[in-house]
Each structure stands twice: as C-alpha cells, then as structure tokens.
C-alpha cells in the first residue's frame, strides 16, 4: 500500500510501505476512505516530537472500512463503516475504566505516534472495539471525520471542562480549527456571549460566521482591557485557551472573572508564569487535558440530528495521494485560509 | 471597650477604643467570649496587607453573645451565643447567591482588614443575619471558634476544591493549622492514604496524631521521588497546597497523577512558574480559593456530632488582655509548638 | 386601589382594596405594570388550595416598578422596573442558603396564597432584596413576566432536574404552558430528540413551531409504543411530566429508558402507582420540586441575550381591569388556543 | 466437579457437573477458594426468578484462582487470585461505556442466573478482563468476597446513590446484609446521624456495633413519627430503602425531608403508591438501581487501607460441600443471626 512516511525532522514521503496485519485478536484493519492532516502533524514533521521515529506513517485521524478483524472483535466485522478515534482504548485498565482514555495504559494517543497512522490506505487499529464507531448507511462521512479528534478535543478539553451553562460569557482565545470547534461546541451549552479573540481578521469572519457574538483581534489593541470592558470589569464565566503559549494563557488568566473556568486545550511547549499572587483568592478553575473522546458518541448524535455541522471546518479537499501538497495547503493555513482539509482514498 | 489596635507595620497595642455601635439595620454589635489569632494577622502586623491602615482593630474569628441587633436582624437577639464568621455576606449579590460569600460584593473578608474586628471586647458584625451562626446552650465554644476561618478554609479550599473520595491517596504539603484543618477534615471522606509533608518534626508528629498515614519531612530529602515511590509512580489523586510559595506549589504539580487535582489554600505573594510543558496533557485541575464560609452549617454539624474535634489545634490559653504575649507565642510557632491559641475575655 | 379579589370557590371579583403598606424594613411595595395568570390561579378560584381564604388578592407572577422600600432594602429604590418572582425568600435561612428557596422559613410560594398577590394595582413584597429582580432600561418587559414563574418552573423542575445534555433523546408530556417552557428550555442543552405528547392538536402544532422534533397525539394511539418505535426500543433519556395525573406520570415510567430520569413538574391532587417491581433495577431518578427561582439570574441573561424568546408563550393581552374576562379565556384554553395571557396595568 | 444445581422450586442437589470450558477469547476458568449465598439465591430456589431453569448453578460472588484463560485476555493469567464480579461486563457496548455495566449488552447480571454460577467448584467467567479483580499476594480473601456483590450494591444504590455528605442525617431502612453494608459504608462520607430501622432487634444491636447512632424497632412503634421526632419535625437528608415492600418503601417518603433523597436498594415484587399529592412540591430525589460494580476498584482499596472491615458481616463459615447445610443457616437468619455464610471450597 501507500503511506504517508516521517524520514526524520523535514523530511516525508508518500512511498510504498507494507499492509498492516492482525497482531493481537482486538485488532482491526481499516482501509482508509479519508482522513486529514492535525496541526500535531505539522510539529512531528518539524521533528519537535522526538518520539515519532524515522518510517513512521503520520496521521490519527479518519473515517474508513473495517477490512478485517481479530478473533476478540465483536462490535465490527469487515464491510463496516467506522470512525477511527485518534485515541485508542483497551477499556479495561484503571483509566479506561474512569473514562480516561488519554491515559490507557496500552493505548491513549499512539496512532501516527508511537505506532503506524492513518495517512495511508490501511491501518491497523488496536483495541478496535473500544477505538472504532460505527457509521450508519446514509450518514455525511465527511462531517465524521471530524469526530476523530478536533471536535471531542475542543469539547471535552475545552468546553467541558470550561463548565460552559446557559448565560455564561465565554471566550475563545485562538481561532484556528480546535478553537474553532470549541466555539462550535460550546454552543450546545447556550452562552449569552461568546467572545473569541485571535491575531488573524479572516479567522475572526470565520468565528463570527460560526456563532461568535463578539471578536478582537489581539494584534490591534489591548485585548484584556477589550474583554473587561465588555464585562463591567467582571472578567468572563469562562477562558478556553486554544494556543499553548505563554501570552495566550496569561490572557487568559488576566480574562478571568472570580469563580470562573479556564480550560486549556493548547499543546505547550514551555512553562508559564502563574500569578498566583492575585489568583490565590479568585476561586478560580484550571484544568489540562488530552483529548479522551469518551464523548464521541455523544457528538455523533448531536452531528446526525444536525444540531451542529462540523463540515463547516472544513475549507479544502485533496486525493489521499496528493497528501504531500495537501500539508503545504494546510501548512500556509493564514495565506490559504485552511482550516481543516480532507484526504480521500481513491485507490 | 479595650482592642488590639494596628498602628502601622510592627506596632500594635492593647488599649482603648470607642465600643462600636449599630450603623446599619442588618448590623449586629457581638460581645466578645474568645477570639484567636490567625497567620493572616501576622502578616498584617508585618505591614504585608496595605489595605489595613493605623488605627484598625485586628482579628476574623471568635464567638460571643450578641448584645444589640438592627431593626433589619431577624435571626439573632440579644443573649444569643453565635459564632462570627471571618467572611461578612449580605445574602442578597449575584456572589452571595451563587453561594460565593468571599466576593460578596457588600461584604467578603472585611473583618480585621478594612472594618474593625474581633480581637476586641466587642465587634460590629454587618449583615449579621448572614454571617453569625447560633451557638445551642451546651455546645463547647472553644471548638466552635474553629468554625470561624480555619475549618472551612481547610475543608472547602482543600478538601472539597480537592475533590477528596473514599480510596483516594491525598498528600497534604503544609502542616500548619490550615494544613491540619484540611488534615482533619478530609478524613470526611475516608481517603485510603493522607501524606501529609512539612520540614517541621513536631508538626509531622501531629499530623499522624491526627490521621496522617505517611509523613515525609522534605528538608530531609527529596519530597517527590519519596511520594511518587509510595504510589507506585503514579502520583496522587489530590494534592493540597497549604504554604503559599513557589516551591511547595511545584512540589504539588510534581506529584499529582493524572486526572488528579491540586487545591491550592496558601496565600501566595508571588508568582509561581506553571511547567504546562508536561501539564498539558495530565489532564489535571488546579483550583484557588478565598474561603466562602458556606459550609459552616455542615461543619457545625460534624463537630456538634463529634466526628471530628477541632479543639485538637488548640495548644495554648490566654486572657484577651494578654492578646500580645499570645502574638508572642503564636509568631513563635516551631518553638512554641502553637497551632492555634484561644483568647477568652474575661471582662 | 383595584384588585383581582378570590371570596371562595367560584367567586372572584374586581374590587376596591386598601394599598398595600410596608410592615417590615425589607419590604417593596410594587406598582403592578403587566401581569398574568397562571393554571395554579385557575385551581385556587375552583376552591382547590384550601389555603386560600376569603378576601385574598390573586396571583404571583408580573414586573412592575418599585414604589416605596423599608429601610433595610438596598438592591431596589423607588421608580426601578423589577420581575417580581413568584418565590419569596429571606436569603438568610438554611433551606435559601442552600438555594432551596422554595422551602424559605420565612417565604416560599405566598404570594397570591398566604398574602396578598400580583392581580392588582400595588403588591407588597416581602424580602424584596432577594425576591425582586431589576430590569434595566431597554428590556422587553413582556417577555420578562415569563421570568416569574414559567420559565424557571420548566427549567429547573423539568430541564436542570432532568439533567438533560447534547444528544439525549427528551419526551415531554403535556404541552401546556410549563410544558412549553420546559421545551424552550431545554434546547438550552441542546438535545437530539425533543418529543412531545399531549392530546390537543393545536398544542402540537405550537410545540413543533417551539423546537419538538417528534410530536405524539396520545388520544389517538398508544403512546408509549410511538415512544419506543422512536428510541429503538430503548426508551428516552429524560420524561418531563408536565401535567399532572397519574397516565401522564405512567406514561413517563414506561417510555424511560434504563438509566434515565424523570422529572415530575406537575402539580398532582392525588396519589400514583410506581411500578417498582420493574423499575428497581432500570436505574433511574425520579424528581419533584417546586420552583425555586434560583435560575432566575440566568434565564435573564438568556432572554436578555435573545437565546430564548419567551414572549412566544403569550397568545393574549388585556387591560388589568379586564381580568375577568381574561381568566374566561384562559380557562377555556383549548377553545381560545390560549397560552399566557398578559395584562396590563393602564392606572 | 460439584457443584449446587437448581433443579425446580424448591429443589436442589450438591452434585456432579461437566467441568467449565473456556467458550470465547475473553472467557477465564476460575478455580472457586471462597463463595456465599445471596438473599436472591433464597428468591431462585423459591421459584421467583422464572429466567433461571432447571440445571443452572447458582452463586454469583467468591474469590478464586485463575485456572484458563482465553486468548484476548490480558489483565489475568493462570494462577492470578480474583474477585468475581457478580455483574458481567463487556466494556464495550454503550451501557459499559457509561458505567452502567448492570445494563451491559452482553453481561450485566447473568451468573447463577442465565449462565452457570459461583456455588461450585469451577466457574466460566465471561469478559474476564472486565468482571474480574486482582487480589494481591497478603490480602484478607475473606473480607474481600463481600466486594463481589454486598458492599458494591449498598454503596452505590444506597450511599452513592443518597448522595450521602458529611453532617447528614440517613436512615437505612432494613438491617439485612445489605442494608447494613449501606450502613458500613455510608460513614465514607462522615453524615452526623445514621438511623437504623429494623423489626429485629438482634440485627439493631449488630447495626449500632457498625455505627448506626439511633436504632428504631418499627414493629415497636410508630417509626414515622420516632424519626420525625429525632429530626425536629424536618425529615431525614437521605433514607436507603433495603427490604424492597411497600410499607418499608412508603416510611421512606414519609420520613424524607425537604430536598432529600430516597435511595431504594430493595427488590420489588409489586408496585407501591406514590404519594405524589404531597411529594410534588418536596423536592425530594428517588433513585433505583441494579448494581454496577463501577465502585469494586475504589471499595478495594477502602478494603486493603482497612478504612472498612467488611468481614464484620460474616456470621458463618462451612467447606463448600456442605452447601445444602449453609443454605439451611442462611434461610434461618433470624433465629441464626446470620448475616453472610462464607464456602470454602477445599478440593
């Protein structure tokens, strides 16, 4: 088959590589109906994640067909259409059990990682039981696609854990394609505002045309004092920081109204500094969190029951073939105005 | 009436003040029975809380006997034995009825900071309906003084912020009276290990008088390998931060486990460094919290029942006219082994 | 002034009444701008609350504008328009700290019932600090009636207890007004499946122009059949009973799905038959509440932002001195299609 | 291998079966060490339980020994010491994946029920992965049977379930084993007074031995007005209900308090009356529940910390062969004062 292959920091190709087989009864092999690139993918490509190692096929993300199965499968059998969840869970450790699945202890995020991903014409899925969903005859698998990750990341990760309730004012800080599906999701809460603030003036048309109620771009002013003034210098009830760098979280921190929730969904790369000094009496929340998807099932109904359109995320389309022109698409995301793009498996 | 008096950093004294009168119908004046003294007021007396000026009467705990009430004040009447909350709440604000009386937008901490306290033979409690509690006739008052800051502070900004549950391994770093407090009332909710850390013997030795089930002293050793081998790498469920400086913060971050939580309790005068590096992804809760008080009936209740005896951090005796011979003894602490001292006015 | 006057069961009329007059200092004495009727009215003039004695003024819901305060009022000062809640509570006692307001020692549902109500030109409210809600200058007042009684009585007795989240599948039974405000209510959280059953066609129709995805006649089938013909045969998420009799009550328990819940709005004059020989084991929740009104600063933020039009609800507008005719036409409310009625004040 | 074999009503013999195979890749073979009747076991041999046929064998808790394992097994191997779950679970289906493994597509409560049980030498475990517990090496095998069913099914149908918190007043009515495994387990969470109610005065004296702190014979007196006189007229916060009549289900609602909660353990043969005309406004909470066995894991470690002493509830000891004997004992529990029987199987 064909995949796409990591050769070290810079360096991949869409080569030749062997078909992945059944190596323990959960397995499952899926051919590849279409998937799509990650900004993570975009750092293991830079080599800023030493774990990923030279011939190691890139991707977590995708819908597909169920091609073959282990012995121990019995929720799919081949010809099943499923979505691949960029988290893999045994379901029968200590965390799988309280529904951490980010930290299974033969699983969490290992596809396109630790071991070979999804932008390729098969992949082998491990715990397939626990680590694939179905999909019904007539669905929009597109829109499934983003079920893989960025929708359950900037639902659990963000809204969750935010505590998003009806009449909340909630800011967005970071509207690239995690912040944005934050926005989209947290709308399942009914926030009296919702306030998203990034550098880039097309991403903020977007977040509007998405349901922002307000935008600021943190480029052009000060964007604490622009918050505190749409909160009678209160603060906000929520901050979702959808970045992962210093002045990001410490918008976030300087946003926050007394009581009030700041989930963090940004991949940091460095300490930040905490001002403890005025939070210790704020009652505030700070949470962390990789993706668990344990609310893939939930989004699959709100998606089929159209409450929410995920497609909407999705601004280019490409050949699985043509991958390696599909990651500078997605690589230029300002000057393209990319946000999510799909990847489909002609073969 | 007598009162200790702040005249600016390092200087107090004993000595007359005009009694205080009813200004607001809500108001109720308290007679003094015993007061304490808390670390906070160490820091005032240092001059580290400008807020306070020269001239304030210090002190946020105590009980007494109601001697006058407003027009408005239908809870209490004179005669009536009530324990005084350090928190004032008006019942009535957005904050107080969200059950957040520390940001009570009449009230919140004021007493001995920037309204006169209770290390005085008497006190003016403003919206007294709120903010005292009744004392039943044959109730130990020395053990309800507790109740007035140190008991809530512990169990709401620790142990409840700190989502303790039967089973949970929680490690305590701080083993003064607030550490302790949060010591004693965790035990609520029969964790299976309470690691209590401090780098005073003496107060080890009370923490496993108490229920602590490991100490460990971390000037003696390297405080996070020693709790990451007593929880099989894994770190603990909660973490309890109850010093306020940068160090034990970072301990705390360390040894949490993932999906754990960290309640922070100490006041914190700087800033802290966050490591969200590797935080990011643990899938952790970092909360802060002024005390609300709110669960003061409920703490009444368990001491009332005698399951649990706060009267165990009372180490020494005074009369209120030798209030500072007890700040004496209190400052002292590590020498004096002096959690916390009663102060009974005998006037 | 003028009063909607309740003289035992049957007779009502529009009289002469002394205006009311603040008899303690945290009373408001409230000039009545638009109110409305509510069923509990209708079963009051039938003689059905034995609690409502000869010569008392009906009603419990309006805005109006504050004309007088005792003296320990302090949120409200003559001339602030205010929603006039139809829950009084202190503030002060354990069942409102707990946000139980319904249950206050000194309030709960008396207006209109114990004491002298909003059918009327004036109306004193006691504990007006906790019991009033401002309302600033541009506000749709119309719509803000809604918010004292209605629209918390759905969400907090049918939608917050039963716990409805994204993608649950949700049946309400009854659409009458309550109901209606239970299905506005919780699109709140965005459900998949909003059904609702009820015997009127016309009140179908109104739900499914409110946001019901399925409605069901269930004078024309078996309703619970239709129920588990749309769930797969699992049953639903969360029944909201919004009527009130025992086949409405039944009819939730055999269309609950096994670890749903129930949640009883309905004001019942009798007893029911729960079938706990097969719903021990189907883990499920059954609740009961009177409204507490705890919500009303949220669904005021929701209304305010325009994520909810509750004004939708109103089907017909009389002058105040037209009551009368406006109980005949919400009496016979399946003739005249009626839902809330408003009446205003032109004195 | 031996084995108990329901043979009809009232019928069953202690006698030779075929050995258990492994069926499936995630079946085990677990070899019996220790096993105990249940209440239900007494209900199967009555003929109640119309699913479980003529040949089946019974039990549905013990500890064991890992004879065989299937090849999708992982978590155990031969040799491993286990807790049997009396709940099978899948991990898979969508009622594990919520943790309502009582509603598990394939397993839930099927052993000695609709597959072959405990009460024999050899028992074939389905799902092994997931309805299994390790034991290590010096653990108390006798304590730890009472995890298989008792203490999981009074913690999280009565306690968790009541929501039981420090400084609450519980009433567990019924003092059989699994009210008092409420009962030991309730004072997880601290509640100042837990009120006993039983018609046995044996078991009353055993329920103040495990902490009850009131006791109340209802076959003595009016326990409705004892308990409302206990309670200053206000009701209990939580009542467990551990028989499964109406009269024990009906003292529930009338000894509830404002906003309290009811938590039924009890299994019911016939429908109750609901007192809904009274209910309506209380705000009171009603749950029903088959056990999960979520709560194994963290009861285990409250086991091991020896934060509970769970063996207080064994009463009886004999050889697994002298089942028929046990059985005896156990229907006999009032005049044996037996509370739970432990089998060693010592082949």
């Not at 899926?30 to 080599?47: E, N, P, Q």
């Not at 944005?180 to 947290?186: K, P, R, Y």
Request: charged share 20%; hydrophobic share 40%; proline share 4%.
């Amino acid at each position: 088959m064909k995949a796409l292959v990591y050769h070290g920091p810079g360096k991949k190709a869409w080569e030749e590589k062997d078909q992945p087989q059944i190596m323990r009864p959960t397995d499952a092999i899926v051919k590849i109906i279409m998937t799509t690139i990650c900004g993570t993918d975009l750092h293991i490509m830079k080599g800023d994640l030493p774990a990923v190692t030279d011939g190691r096929v890139i991707g977590h993300e995708g819908v597909g067909i169920v091609e073959e199965t282990g012995t121990a499968v019995s929720n799919f059998k081949k010809g099943d259409h499923v979505i691949i969840s960029c988290i893999t869970s045994c379901g029968k450790c200590d965390y799988c059990k309280k529904g951490m699945y980010s930290h299974c202890s033969d699983g969490g995020w290992i596809l396109g990682n630790l071991i070979d991903g999804t932008q390729a014409e098969y992949v082998r899925i491990p715990h397939a039981d626990n680590s694939l969903y179905p999909i019904p005859a007539d669905a929009d698998e597109e829109a499934l696609v983003m079920l893989s990750d960025i929708l359950p990341t900037g639902f659990e990760c963000g809204v969750l854990n935010g505590q998003v309730k009806p009449g909340d004012t909630v800011a967005i800080v970071g509207a690239g394609p995690v912040g944005l599906a934050a926005l989209l999701t947290a709308q399942f809460f009914t926030p009296s505002e919702l306030i998203v603030i990034d550098m880039d003036d097309n991403r903020l048309d977007v977040a509007r045309k998405f349901g922002a109620t307000k935008t600021i771009n943190s480029a052009k002013g000060n964007a604490t004092e622009q918050v505190m003034a749409l909160t009678d210098g209160k603060g906000v009830d929520v901050a979702i920081e959808a970045v992962g760098i210093e002045p990001t979280f410490q918008l976030c921190t300087e946003i926050i109204g007394a009581g009030g929730h700041i989930a963090n969904i940004g991949v940091h790369g460095k300490s930040v500094t905490l001002h403890m000094e005025t939070l210790w009496s704020k009652n505030i929340t700070i949470t962390t969190r990789l993706v668990d998807t344990v609310t893939t099932p939930l989004l699959f109904k709100t998606v089929i029951s159209e409450k929410i359109e995920p497609k909407k995320l999705i601004t280019h389309h490409f050949r699985l073939d043509q991958v390696i022109e599909a990651y500078e698409t997605f690589g230029n995301d300002a000057k393209e105005k990319a946000l999510k793009v799909i990847l489909t498996n002609k073969s």
